[in-house]
């Protein structure tokens, strides 16, 4: 169970742009300032054979929980999500998922390492 004190991380959230640029591509690059920002608790995954080879490609899978809202709920895998104050980045591989239907909690499968 998650408590208010296990939100250690402040985490940007950001939503890349669609943007055409004529040649039929329709991203744009993510922007500087983020959508909005939230506590968040970031547990890092360490087992599993799809984890163990991520890791060996440089690669970390995490479970990212934060606390349920209209803007979180938003939130898709187009989204990038950044440690505002550690810098790393996180590409969503999934979510929001509501972990025990508590509508409280809604947690992201993340990893960083990997292209956007």
């Given at each position: 169970?998650?408590?208010?004190?296990?939100?250690?991380?402040?985490?940007?959230?950001?939503?890349?742009?669609?943007?055409?640029?004529?040649?039929?591509?329709?991203?744009?690059?993510?922007?500087?300032?983020?959508?909005?920002?939230?506590?968040?608790?970031?547990?890092?995954?360490?087992?599993?054979e799809?984890?163990?080879?991520?890791?060996?490609?440089?690669?970390?899978?995490?479970?990212?929980?934060?606390?349920?809202?209209?803007?979180?709920?938003?939130?898709?895998?187009?989204?990038?999500?950044?440690?505002?104050?550690?810098?790393?980045?996180?590409?969503?591989?999934?979510?929001?998922?509501?972990?025990?239907?508590?509508?409280?909690?809604?947690?992201?499968?993340?990893?960083?390492?990997v292209?956007?």
């Amino acid at each position: 169970m998650t408590s208010a004190g296990d939100l250690r991380h402040r985490l940007g959230f950001f939503r890349r742009p669609v943007i055409s640029d004529g040649h039929g591509n329709v991203e744009g690059a993510f922007p500087d300032a983020p959508e909005f920002e939230c506590a968040a608790a970031v547990q890092v995954r360490f087992g599993g054979e799809a984890v163990l080879a991520a890791r060996l490609q440089g690669q970390q899978t995490a479970t990212i929980r934060v606390r349920r809202s209209q803007a979180t709920l938003a939130v898709t895998t187009d989204w990038r999500i950044r440690d505002m104050r550690e810098g790393a980045i996180w590409e969503i591989k999934s979510g929001p998922v509501d972990p025990d239907d508590g509508r409280q909690w809604v947690e992201f499968l993340c990893q960083s390492g990997v292209a956007a």
